[in-house]
């Protein structure tokens, strides 16, 4: 195998990589914090590829305008389901919450083949098509963008949880709402507030990915599925674990289409995982932790 092949094909894998941690971490970041399952979340990215696609048929080349304004209702409309939808069934446990998010990830889906259509839509590329030269390497560009917008945006939102105060509040919510509510602090917006940044993130992932793929209703499961995977991998709510997960699998998905047949690639990403698994249930960087909720 040639070694320059090699290297440029890892270097494809943490760009995928980069993606899907962004799925995990926005997905840990709702489970974490309200201990909901949400199947829906890769369908927040492909909601946000969709509103961004809008707005940049209304503005052409405002890429990153549109960037923000798909992220922003994507967010909003994940506060609004969570408030409306999520929290009158926390009550009655994680299955209910669960069931329901595969219910709104079907709604999301045709909703956007209704007000979208079916066809595949492509979106422009707003880091160029054309390689460039790395340490004598040819890399397009948007491999190297995705990859350094992923570290950053993980350190963001980690000095966020970490050091701010609503921050605090969402991760003392993680760890015993009802306590957290003794202390004051208003869960229920908490909870919202989860789900505005999970929608945030998923739509920032799947705007970032739009342009080189292509869009489709059902882009979300392409999209959400290797996020998830990425998520239990690293341990769910760990940042750092979502952010090495998703660079691990996306190596392994990127490698073993070189070292076996393209079509028996998926089976490499299961068996790593099931491996993982077996070896510490929790992930990589997964935590035991007891959780109590208001009943």
Known sequence: ??????VQTILSGLAAGGLYALVAISFGIVYRTTRVFNFAQGDFGALGAYVALSVLAALPGHYWLALVIGCLA????????????????????ELYTFITTIGLSFAIQSGIQQIWGPFVRVMPNPFGDQAIKVLGLRVVPDKIWIFSIAILLTGVLFVFLAKTKYGTAMRACAQDSRVANLLGIRVGRMFSGAFFLSGVVGAFAGILIAPITYLQPTMGLQLGVPGYIAALLGGLGSMPGALIGGFILGIVQAVSVLVIDPRYSPVATYVVFVVVLLVRARGLFGEETVQGRLV
Do not use: D, H, K, Q
């Open 74 to 93: 994507v967010g909003t409309f994940a506060a609004a389901i969570e408030f409306v939808a999520i929290r009158p069934l926390y009550r009655l446990g």
């Open 1 to 6: 195998m040639n070694s320059t092949i090699l």
